[in-house]
C-alpha cells in the first residue's frame, strides 16, 4: 500500500477531524502527560486523529495484524485550532502501564525498543497553518524476528519551541494509540505470584478477625490481558471458608506486566491454619473489542495463625483452676491437721492418768 499524500484542509475540515479526536480523549489516551494536552501557545489549539484510508475512517485508534518483516502504511492527522502557525515534532513510542493501571507512551528521551522502533513517521516534525490540518504517513515495520504477540505504543506530537531539536515536554503530548499484533501462536498466560495472607486478630477470643490477601498478578504471556479475580480464606480441610468482597478487575495488562493487589477479608476464624486461595479467569479482547474468558488459574498459600485473646482466655481460666486445686488442697490439709491435733488432745488426759 501506498503511503498518503500529505494534504491540507480547510477549517470545515478540520472541525470534521477533530470529532474524532473527542472520541480519543474519551478514552483517556490523548492527554499521555502530567496535564492536559496543549499546543505551544498554552491552550487546545491543536488535536490529532486517524487518516482515513483503507484501513477505515474516523477510528478511534490504531489497530494492525502483521507478520514478522511485513510492512504497512498508515497516517496521522494534525489539525491546528490555533491561530498562529504550529511546529510539533512527530515520533512513535512504546506503551506501558502506569502505577494508576492507565495505558501510556513512554517519552521522546526514553528508550523505546518495540512499537516505539517498529514505526517510522516518514518526517520528524510538521508545521501546520492555522485553522489548517496536515497529514503525516508513518509504516509499521516489525523486524524478521519478532516474537509473535500483541504490543502497544503510539504516534505522537508534541510541540517543538525555538530553539528546540525535539518536542519532548511530557505535559504537552497528544498522540493516538497503536495496538500491534504480531503474527504466530498467540500464548495468553497470566500467574499469581508472592501470596500471602496476613491475619490481624480479634480482641474477642470467640469472635472472628479480618485478613489481608496480597498477591502479584503477572502477565507471562504474548497477550494483552485483563484478570478477574476472586479471593477466600478457609481453615483446616476447607472448612470455615471466607470469601473477599467483590474485587474489581485489573487493568489492562501488556505481556510482562505486573500488577500488586492487596484484598481484605472480614469474619475470619483464627483456626491456627489458614488456607488463602486466589482464582484469576483472565479475559482477552479481541480486535472488535469482544471480551472472551479463558480458563481460571488458581493458586494456594497456607499461614499459621494463633488465637492469642482465646490462648490468654484459656491460660487465664487453667491458672484459676490450678489455684482453686490448691487452695482446696492447702484448705483440705488444714483441716486434716486441725482434726490431728484435736485428737492428740482428747487422747493426752487419757494416757496421763
Not at 498554552?42 to 495484524?65: H, P
Not at 504497512?72 to 502505577?99: E, I, Q, R, W
Request: glycine share 10%; aromatic share 6%; proline share 7%.
Amino acid at each position: 500500500m501506498r503511503p498518503p499524500r500529505p494534504r491540507t484542509t480547510t477549517a470545515a475540515g478540520a472541525l470534521a477531524q477533530a470529532t474524532a479526536v473527542v472520541l480519543l480523549a474519551a478514552l483517556g489516551f490523548l492527554g499521555m502527560g502530567a496535564g492536559p494536552a496543549a499546543a505551544a501557545d498554552g491552550d487546545d489549539s491543536w488535536a490529532v486523529a486517524t487518516a482515513s484510508n483503507d484501513f477505515g475512517s474516523d477510528r478511534q485508534n490504531y489497530d494492525y495484524t502483521i507478520d514478522p518483516g511485513g510492512q504497512l502504511k498508515d497516517g496521522l492527522v494534525v489539525v491546528n485550532h490555533g491561530t498562529t502557525p504550529l511546529h510539533l515534532a512527530v515520533y512513535a513510542a512504546d506503551g506501558f502501564t502506569d502505577k494508576g493501571g492507565q495505558l501510556d507512551l513512554v517519552t521522546k528521551d526514553a528508550k523505546s525498543t518495540r512499537v516505539g522502533v517498529w514505526v517510522h513517521a516518514d518526517r520528524p516534525d510538521v508545521t501546520v497553518q492555522p485553522g489548517k490540518s496536515a497529514e503525516v504517513p508513518f509504516t509499521v515495520t516489525p523486524p524478521d524476528d519478532a516474537a509473535p504477540g500483541e504490543y502497544m505504543g503510539g504516534i505522537v506530537t508534541s510541540p517543538m519551541q525555538a530553539g528546540e531539536a525535539d518536542g519532548t515536554d511530557a505535559n504537552q503530548r497528544r498522540g493516538i494509540r497503536i495496538r500491534l499484533r504480531v503474527g504466530g501462536e498467540l500464548r495468553p498466560s497470566l500467574s499469581v505470584e508472592d501470596l500471602h495472607v496476613r491475619y490481624s486478630g480479634t480482641p474477642n477470643p470467640f469472635g472472628k478477625g479480618d485478613a489481608t490477601v496480597t498477591y502479584t498478578i503477572h502477565n507471562t504471556g504474548n497477550a494483552i490481558l485483563t484478570a478477574r479475580q476472586e479471593a477466600s480464606i478457609s481453615g483446616p480441610f476447607g472448612s470455615l471458608d471466607v470469601r473477599a468482597g467483590q474485587i474489581k478487575d485489573s487493568s489492562s495488562l501488556l505481556p510482562g506486566d505486573t500488577w500488586k493487589v492487596s484484598v481484605p477479608v472480614h469474619g475470619v476464624t483464627p483456626a491456627l491454619r489458614l488456607t488463602g486461595k486466589v482464582t484469576l479467569i483472565p479475559l482477552i479482547t479481541d480486535a472488535s473489542g469482544s471480551i472472551a474468558p479463558l480458563a481460571a488459574v488458581e493458586t494456594t498459600t497456607h499461614a499459621w495463625t494463633i488465637p492469642w485473646a482465646l490462648l490468654l482466655l484459656l491460660v487465664v481460666v487453667l491458672c484459676g483452676i490450678i489455684v482453686a486445686v490448691l487452695t482446696f488442697r492447702r484448705r483440705r490439709r488444714q483441716a486434716e491437721l486441725r482434726e490431728d491435733a484435736r485428737v492428740q488432745a482428747t487422747q493426752i488426759p487419757h494416757k496421763e492418768k
